[in-house]
C-alpha cells in the first residue's frame, strides 16, 4: 500500500491531528450545503452565507498551513471529493490569491452541476483577480433592476415552480399543489428572491446564464418610485410552461435518450393543468410553451394548446419554443394557431445536416428547412410578431455560428440567440467537459475565440446572452493583434 507521505498529499501527510479532521468536518457539511443551493433550509440560509460560516471557523481552529493543504488537497483530488470541499478550497485559494486553484476547483464543480451558483462566481472573481469575491457584474447588478420575479413564473417537470429558469434562477418557489392563500407565489422563498432583487445582490441568479445579466440588459434601477412590494398582489403576467419533458426527439444536450410520457401520466398532468395552472393562465399576457420538451412532441402540451385558442384572445399570447420538426402548416391550422401566436423560438443547433443528425436525433434537415420557410413566410407576412432560431454552442457545432446567422436571415427570422451548453445533470462532468468548447479548459477554446470574432456576431439581429463575455473577450483579442 502506498504511504501518506508517498502520494504527496499535505492533508495525509501532516503530523497534526486537526488536519484530517478538518477534511472530514468539511466533508460532512455537503448535504448542508447543497440544501441551501435551493434555500432547502429556509429563505434565509443560504450557500454563500453557508460557506462564508465554514470558512470563519476554518480561520478561528486552523493555521495558514493548514488552509494551504487544504487547498492543495482538493487540487489534488478535485474529482473525488464533495461539492462543499470544492467551493471552500475554491474560496480559500481566491483568499490567497492563488487564482489558478481556485478556477481549477470551481470548473471541476460547474462541470458536475453548472447551475452552481457560488462556483460560477468564484470563477469570475479569480478571472478579475477580486479576492473578496466582487466582481465588476456585482457592482453593476447594484444599480439595475430585474421585474421578472414579479411578473413570470415557470412550471417544472418535478412539480417546482420557479421565477424564470432554473438555469437562471436555480431556487423554486414552490410546488403548484401550494396550499393557498400564499401559495408558492408569495411563498417565503418567493419573497426572499424578490428581497435579493430590490436589495441588489441578486444572490439567487446567476451571472452566466441568465441572459439580461450576461448580456447586461437589465434596466436601471429606478430612482423617486417606490419599489414593488415582496408580496406580488397580481399574480403572473407571463408564465412559462416547462413540465413536461416530452419530445419527438433526443437532443444530447439536454437527455440521453427519447422522452415520451405515457397517456396516463399525461392525463395526470392535464388534470393537473386543469387544477393549478389554467386559473394562473387565464389571467396571464403571455404563455410560453414549452421550456422542457417539445409543443408539439408532447400530448399534454397540445392539449394546453388546444384549451388556449379554444376561446378567442384579444392579442397574441402564446410564445412557442419548439424543435419546429412537426410545426407545419397542417399543425399550424389543426391547433388554431392562427392569430393566437405572438412569436416562435426554434431550437436547431446546427447550420449543416450531419450535424443536425448528431446534435438533433432523430430529426431531419430537410423538413426543419421546409418548415423553417413556413414559418419565415408567417412572419413576412406579420401572422407572427417574432421568429427566433436558437443554437447551444458545444464542440461539435461552434465552427457553424457564422453559417447559423446566415441561414437565419435566409429563412426570413428575425435573428438568432446563442446560448452556452448546460450540464441539466443527464452526463457525467468528464463528458460534459468534452463537450464544453466555451470552457477556457477546452482544448479548442482558442479556435472558439476566434469563430467569435466574426463581424456577423456584430448586429442587433444577434443575442448573445451568455456569450456576450466571450464575444467580448474574442473582439478585444483581435484588436490586440
Known amino acids: 500500500m502506498q504511504s501518506a507521505h508517498q502520494d504527496g498529499d499535505p492533508l495525509r501527510t501532516g503530523q497534526d491531528d486537526r488536519q484530517p479532521a478538518m477534511l472530514e468536518w468539511l466533508a460532512e457539511q455537503d448535504k448542508t450545503y447543497l440544501r441551501r443551493r435551493r434555500l432547502g433550509d429556509g429563505p434565509e440560509k443560504n450557500a454563500i452565507d453557508f460557506v462564508r460560516e465554514l470558512l470563519k471557523e476554518l480561520d478561528a481552529g486552523h493555521s495558514d498551513a493548514d488552509k494551504k493543504a487544504l487547498v492543495a488537497h482538493a487540487v489534488k483530488n478535485r474529482t473525488e471529493i464533495p461539492a462543499v470541499l470544492l467551493v471552500v478550497a475554491g474560496w480559500v485559494s481566491l483568499r490567497l490569491k492563488r487564482w489558478s486553484d481556485t478556477k481549477m476547483l470551481a470548473r471541476e464543480l460547474v462541470g458536475r452541476d ?138 444530447p444536450s439536454c437527455r440521453t435518450g427519447l422522452i415520451s410520457l405515457p397517456h396516463k401520466e399525461t392525463t395526470k398532468l392535464n388534470d393537473i393543468f386543469e387544477e393549478h395552472l389554467l386559473p394562473i393562465v387565464r389571467n396571464a399576457r403571455h404563455i410560453k410553451v414549452t421550456g422542457s420538451g417539445d409543443p408539439f412532441g408532447s400530448r399534454h402540451f397540445r392539449h394546453i394548446l388546444q384549451r388556449l385558442t379554444r376561446t378567442k384572445s384579444p392579442t397574441r399570447r402564446i410564445q412557442l419554443h419548439t424543435n419546429g420538426l412537426l410545426l407545419n402548416e397542417r399543425a399550424w391550422t389543426d391547433l388554431n394557431l392562427r392569430d393566437n401566436v405572438s412569436s416562435v423560438w426554434i431550437s436547431i443547433d446546427a447550420a449543416e445536416p450531419e450535424t443536425y443528425s448528431v446534435l438533433r436525433r432523430g430529426g431531419d434537415f430537410d423538413t426543419l428547412v421546409k418548415n423553417l420557410r413556413f414559418l419565415g413566410d408567417l412572419n413576412t407576412r406579420g401572422e407572427i410578431d417574432t421568429l427566433r432560431l436558437d443554437f447551444v454552442v458545444q464542440q461539435a457545432n461552434y465552427l457553424q455560428m457564422p453559417a447559423f446567422v446566415d441561414l437565419a436571415r435566409e429563412v426570413g427570422a428575425d435573428g438568432v440567440y446563442f446560448l452556452r451548453l448546460r450540464n441539466w445533470g443527464h452526463v457525467a462532468a468528464e463528458v460534459f467537459r468534452n463537450q464544453d468548447v466555451c470552457s477556457p479548459d477546452h482544448a479548442e477554446h482558442d479556435r472558439l475565440l476566434n469563430v467569435l470574432s466574426d463581424d456577423r456576431f456584430v448586429s442587433d439581429a444577434v443575442e448573445l446572452g451568455s456569450m456576450s463575455r466571450l464575444v467580448s473577450q474574442a473582439r478585444q483579442s483581435v484588436g490586440r493583434r
Open 114 to 251: 453548472h447551475h452552481d451558483l457560488l462556483a460560477q462566481r468564484l470563477i469570475d472573481a479569480a478571472e478579475e483577480k477580486s479576492a473578496d469575491l466582487e466582481t465588476e457584474t456585482d457592482r453593476w447588478l447594484k444599480t439595475r433592476m430585474c421585474n421578472a420575479p414579479f411578473r413570470e413564473m415557470e412550471s417544472r417537470t418535478t412539480g417546482q415552480v420557479h421565477f424564470c429558469c432554473s438555469a437562471w434562477q436555480p431556487v423554486p418557489i414552490g410546488r403548484l399543489d401550494a396550499p393557498k392563500p400564499d401559495g408558492f407565489w408569495n411563498s417565503e422563498r418567493a419573497r426572499e428572491i424578490r428581497r435579493s432583487v430590490l436589495d441588489g445582490d441578486f444572490t439567487h441568479c446567476s451571472r452566466w446564464h441568465c441572459p439580461s445579466i450576461a448580456g447586461r440588459r437589465l434596466p436601471e434601477r429606478a430612482t423617486g418610485t417606490p419599489a414593488p412590494a415582496l408580496r406580488a398582489e397580481k399574480g403572473p403576467q407571463r408564465v412559462i410552461l416547462s413540465h413536461d419533458r416530452s419530445c419527438n426527439i433526443s437532443c
